[in-house]
Every structure is written in C-alpha cells, then in structure tokens.
C-alpha cells in the first residue's frame, strides 16, 4: 500500500528533524508531506533542505497561517492527485508517537478509517491536566450522543485514511479547523457507509514549544455538533457513492 503522511507545520523547526527520523524508523517505506504554512522559524526552509537528502520527503507551502483543516485539506488532494492508497493525519510536535504507525498500516488493510484513540483500553493521556481531560472527555461524549457517532474518540487527529474516503466527503465543502475538524470527518464518513477502526494510542503533550490549543477551537467544535444536529452545514449523502466493501461488512454486522 502506497501511503502519505500529511504534517502540517508552522514554528516546528526543533521538532522537525527528529520527528522525520522516527517517522521513517518506524514506516519506512511510506513518504511524508509537510505543509508549512510560511513558518517564520524557518521550519518550512529546513524541510526544503531534509527533502534534497530524502525523496521520500514532499514539502508544500503555503502563504500564511491558514489553519489546520485547510492545511490537512490540501494534503488530502495532494495525496489524491499522486496516487496514494491511504493518508495520515499526524501533528509535527511529538504528541502523536511515530511509534504507533505499524498499528495503523496493519489496521488500515482492512478498513477505511483508523483513528487513533485515547478513550479506548490501552489509550490515555497521562499528562494533561484535570481542566482538558474533561474538556476533551466532554466535548466527544456531547458530539457522540448529539450526532448519534459510535465512535469513542472522534476529535482525534492521529488517523489514516483510504483514498475512496477522501474522494467520496467532499473536501472542498470542509471549513472547519482544530477539534471540529476532525468531529465533521468523523461525521462525513461514518455517514458515507465507511468502517471506522480505533486503535488505541497514549497521546502525550507536545516535547517542544507551545500548545495551539485555544478556546476558539474548543467553541468551534461545540459549534458545529449543534449546526451539524440541525442540518446546517454541507454533508454528502450516502447515495453519492456506493459503500465500500468493508463498509458493506460492517453494515451486515451491525444488523
């Protein structure tokens, strides 16, 4: 399977190096797309520089600081239009362990979304404080219940996704970022008939720099789960596409 890790940067540049090698220690068959967004560290300078040592490494830049979910939006195209089977979703700043990456290429083979998740048996997060453990614990429960998602963790954003999924949501309809990011693909994918497998992960805070964490994006999310209950955002159907076979199974077991 031909795989793209897509790791959107802005000021990572003493995260960046050490992240590439594990990264390819544990995959190191798969390539990897670093969307920088004109970091002013020089982040996007240096994954230039690493690309001329390495081919499995693509950088793409962007203007400015234009948020998450479009940065991972133009990752996902840039996956489509080179052929890849599957793409991940990974942060730049250690949060997301490259140890997990096995796990996802083994559980990707036979399905159409994992999801690395911190509220199932083996994941956690051992660091965080009591304030985000709730906020976190909260906000999934509240957008689980409120859009009917059987999914455990669906603010993750540590996740690998199938070519046929990325093709089928729509992408240009997207305009989310942060945490309602990964809720509205949670959504628009369990909605298209595609089989959701969550791996467990430990999610540590990140190693070096600061959190992008903010309220903004805690407001966005609950924001959206109430557009998304009432029908006010864009959303492909089901009868789009025809389910995939292994959202056919899940289907058939369900019942």
């Known amino acids: 399977m031909k795989t793209l890790i897509i790791i959107p940067t802005y000021n990572e540049y003493d995260n960046l190096r050490p992240l590439l090698d594990e990264v390819f220690s544990y ?31 693509h950088v793409l830049h962007r203007t400015g600081k234009l948020g998450l979910g479009t940065a991972y939006v133009a990752g996902f195209k840039y996956s489509i239009e080179h052929n890849y089977d599957a793409a991940f979703e990974m942060d730049a700043d250690f949060s997301h362990d490259p140890k997990y990456l096995p796990d996802f290429l083994r559980a990707i083979e036979d399905a159409d979304l ?64 942060g945490y309602a990011f990964q809720v509205e693909l949670t959504n628009r994918v369990l909605r298209q008939g595609f089989k959701i497998v969550e791996t467990p992960i430990v999610f540590m805070d990140r190693r070096i720099g600061q959190s992008k964490m903010s309220k903004t994006i805690v407001v966005e999310a609950f924001t959206y789960v109430f557009r998304a209950r009432l029908g006010m955002v864009p959303m492909p159907t089901p009868a789009m596409r025809k389910p995939s076979r292994r959202g056919q199974e899940a289907a058939q077991t369900s019942r």
């Open 114 to 177: 994992v999801i690395g998740s911190r509220y199932i048996p083996g994941g956690a997060t051992p660091n965080w404080s009591p304030t985000r453990r709730a906020i976190s614990g909260c906000g999934n429960i509240f957008a689980r219940f409120m859009l009917g998602m059987k999914v455990h963790d669906c603010t993750a954003g540590y996740r690998c996704y199938r070519r046929e999924v990325l093709e089928s949501i729509d992408l240009d309809t997207i305009q989310s970022q």
């Open 27 to 57: 995959a190191p068959e798969t390539d990897l797309l670093i969307v920088d967004d004109n970091s002013p560290d020089g982040t996007g300078k240096l994954a230039d520089e690493i690309a001329v040592e390495d081919p499995r490494l």
